[in-house]
């Protein structure tokens, strides 16, 4: 009889665990799956009531974008601008979360809260002064000038999610390598570095997703020929409409390479945001 | 330890105030060798010439090309006439050499990216689409004095000189606080007018005229009063007409429910604040507010009682929304700004086509009041003198009557036109006389031009307050509104806190 109750328990938790995930699931991917479905229909297919999950597709809301509109240009300022910062925080950020973790100077700890405080001022309070440098070394509407930005941000974040991945990494087998001769930094490049590979890539593609969705810095600092998707997206509501299949499509294309990313990258996503910082 | 410390801080503050001193200043002005030699009388510029328009002139010897390789950028909204230009900017930049850079987004951002490059002493942005209330009565003291560039014997003038802009439009555009300066000339004008179903009122035209006396029509001599009953006539007997509701509205918690609300306060005969002459050239200080009248009272009591009968989401409804919905077929009536006629008119996007007519909006006490949307394109005051010449080059091509007749038969335009020249062009009378026109099918935009020259009139034209301060303004009015619309306070309560916020915004 007790058995049975357990049993019985055991099914009602798993078909209530299940029914949850599912809500929580639809509620997520509808609208993802909606708009990429919407951007495959012609303007008047999207409208359409009751709406139809069975239809020809038609690429036309791509083909026009990418052929009358200037949409390659604006996916290719998103990739250098995205691309670049992630590169330039990664690699600085790399250099010195390891000089942060295994350096031993005075005043380390606040050093290393005074870089990471930086990363907590809200971007709108940083555009303004940023507008002024910036306009000082004409870099307002330059990719050059978005990167920097990017970088401002994306830096503390890099340098202090490396600084704790290397910081929970014993430092015994780096010493053990120095003791058979090895330099600083051939133990840092080939005995730390590969351990928090894992790490380099979660943060990595944090970076990269702070970048590739900034909306705020991007429709500040560009400029006609610099703007990135995010701007471009916005451009498609007028004063007299909005363009829905052309906006359904670029949200496509904005989300598309995070999702591609995300999942190539899945197992080491999991492992680096559970080793460091984030947990 | 420290005095090494404090030592480090200083050469890293002193580095950086030296980075960002030596890269500042202003960019170094393009001088050009080539004098300006014009003088004398006024020839034709090369540029395509419209029979019936005034032509683009500059002083014989005037060389069209002597900015050339000078880089222009123009912010502006993303409006049709943006796009149109942008179309056509060759023909500019051929007859020029200059090239212009036409960037456009919301007018949120470009509102934001003026402000930093003003706050700057910057000239990122050398044109300026220059909404009234957002960007002129603001920065009116960074944008340059057009009187100055058009007195310059050496440059081009406006073709047909200020006389032929809508005169209620220059006034709003250009002007700030008084006539010293003209800092923006007028560029776009929508404006707010009526939009109804045709078939609609056809169909319960016998019925409602045997209940209520008068014809459903909307009309010139309308009411509020008897638009009320209308739309509620219609919402009533939905179930055997081809729509939902009577009437639709834009009244989102936004700049649109102010825009909305203002058509109702000022055909009550109240306005925001006392003084009554804050819609054309603008103030300063405003003085006090006028929103416990009892006129004002009495607009915003309606203003609610009419939202009860309209379609429930025209409270998460803008312009577009609204827009949207009545091409839908949602709506028989809407409060809409002229230039959507375009979009009602088009198949594609609207079920309503060919059903669609406009009128100027509905009668108060005071008249008829329809809200002025329109905007002026301005030059930069930081900009250096040879860009400014350069602009105002471009200034003189982008607001002639050809360009402006360019923007309303452009497809990815259709705006209407600033110019009364261009209104008296036979192709555009006829469009605006006969909605199946040839004509009219070119320009679709001009089916609601005979009701929006009427709302131009001075008589029927509103001008919201153009005060410095009047973004901030706006969201008090529209949140105090949405809050009563959500039945969270009442009319009176509304009006205290309307009067209140901008008292103390205005400092009276």
């Not at chain 1, 999991?270 to 080793?275: A, F, I, K, T």
């Amino acid at each position: 009889m007790a058995k049975d109750k357990l049993t019985t328990r055991k099914i009602v938790t798993r078909v209530l665990i299940l029914t949850a995930l599912t809500i929580a699931m639809v509620w997520a991917l509808l609208p993802i799956v909606w708009m990429v479905l919407s951007s495959l229909k012609t303007e008047a297919g999207m409208f359409s009531m009751p709406p139809k999950f069975i239809f020809k597709p038609t690429f036309s809301t791509y083909a026009f974008m990418f052929d009358e509109g200037n949409f390659g240009q604006f996916l290719n300022n998103s990739l250098i601008a995205a691309g670049s910062s992630t590169v330039v925080a990664l690699l600085l950020g790399t250099f010195g979360g390891y000089a942060l973790a295994r350096g031993n100077y005075r005043g380390k700890k606040h050093i290393a809260f005074w870089i990471i405080s930086t990363r907590m001022t809200p971007i709108a309070a940083a555009i303004v002064p940023l507008y002024l440098i910036f306009a000082n070394f004409h870099l307002i509407g330059s990719t050059f000038g978005l990167v920097v930005a990017y970088t401002t941000f994306n830096l503390p974040f890099a340098l202090w999610m490396m600084m704790t991945f290397f910081a929970e990494l014993p430092p015994d087998m780096e010493h053990a390598a120095m003791v058979d001769g090895a330099t600083k930094f051939q133990a840092f490049y080939r005995i730390a570095l590969p351990q928090v590979a894992p790490g380099l890539v979660a943060t990595g593609i944090l970076c990269l997703m702070f970048a590739w969705n900034d909306f705020a810095f991007a429709s500040v600092f560009t400029g006609h020929d610099t703007q990135t998707i995010p701007v471009a997206a916005s451009l498609l509501v007028s004063q007299t409409g909005i363009a829905w299949g052309q906006a359904m499509a670029t949200g496509t294309v904005i989300i598309l390479p995070m999702v591609i990313a995300g999942l190539a990258v899945r197992k080491y996503l999991v492992r680096g945001l559970s080793m460091g910082a984030v947990k | 330890m420290k005095k090494k410390f404090l030592l480090l801080l200083s050469c890293l503050a002193i580095l950086s105030l030296a980075l960002v001193g030596c890269g500042g200043g202003e960019e170094p002005a393009q001088e050009n060798e080539q004098q300006n030699v014009a003088t004398g009388e006024l020839v034709a510029g090369p540029f395509e010439e419209v029979e019936g328009l005034p032509v683009i002139q500059a002083p014989e010897g005037f060389d069209w090309k002597q900015f050339e390789g000078v880089e222009l950028n123009l912010i502006s909204e993303n409006t049709p006439p943006s796009s149109a230009l942008a179309a056509n900017i060759g023909e500019f930049e051929e007859a020029t050499g200059i090239k212009v850079n036409i960037q456009q987004m919301d007018l949120g951002t470009l509102v934001q990216k003026v402000g930093l490059d003003f706050g700057a002493n910057s000239s990122k942005y050398h044109l300026v689409y220059a909404d009234p209330y957002q960007i002129l009565a603001k920065y009116s003291s960074k944008l340059a004095n057009l009187n100055e560039l058009n007195g310059d014997p050496s440059l081009p003038k406006i073709p047909g000189g200020l006389d032929d802009f809508i005169q209620s439009q220059l006034e709003i555009d250009g002007y700030m606080g008084s006539k010293d300066n003209l800092y923006a000339l007028p560029y776009d004008a929508p404006t707010m007018v009526l939009a109804y179903r045709t078939d609609i009122m056809e169909a319960i035209k016998e019925d409602f005229k045997a209940e209520y006396g008068y014809d459903p029509t909307p009309n010139p001599e309308m009411t509020w009063d008897q638009y009320y009953e209308v739309a509620s006539y219609i919402t009533d007997h939905a179930d055997e007409l081809d729509v939902k509701y009577g009437t639709g509205h834009q009244a989102k918690q936004y700049d649109s429910l102010m825009c909305d609300f203002s058509n109702i306060l000022a055909a009550n005969g109240g306005d925001y604040f006392k003084n009554r002459d804050l819609g054309g050239i603008g103030a300063a200080n405003p003085g006090p507010a006028d929103m416990t009248s009892p006129e004002a009272i009495k607009a915003i009591k309606f203003y609610d009682k009419l939202l009860g009968v309209a379609h429930p989401a025209s409270k998460s409804w803008d312009w577009n929304g609204l827009a949207e919905a009545f091409a839908a077929g949602e709506v028989a009536m809407a409060p809409e700004w002229h230039e959507f006629a375009s979009m009602f008119e088009n198949p594609e996007q609207s079920k309503v086509a060919g059903n669609v007519a406009w009128t100027v909006l509905p009668k108060g006490p005071a008249g008829s009041a329809n809200i002025f949307g329109g905007t002026g394109l301005a030059i930069n005051e930081n900009a250096p003198d040879e860009e400014k010449k350069a602009a105002w080059l471009f200034m003189v091509w982008a607001t002639s009557p050809q360009a402006q007749l360019m923007i309303l038969e452009s497809p990815v335009g259709g705006a209407t036109p600033s110019r009364t020249s261009v209104y008296e062009l036979p192709k555009v009378k006829t469009a605006m006389e006969d909605p199946s026109s040839e004509e009219a099918k070119a320009m679709p935009n001009l089916t609601s031009m005979s009701a929006t020259l009427e709302a131009w009139k001075i008589e029927n034209s509103y001008g919201r307050p153009k005060i410095p301060m009047w973004p901030e303004a706006d969201t008090i009015i529209f949140t105090e509104l949405s809050k009563m619309l959500a039945d969270q306070q009442d009319p009176e309560a509304t009006a205290e806190a309307i009067n209140e916020q901008l008292n103390t915004l205005t400092g009276n």
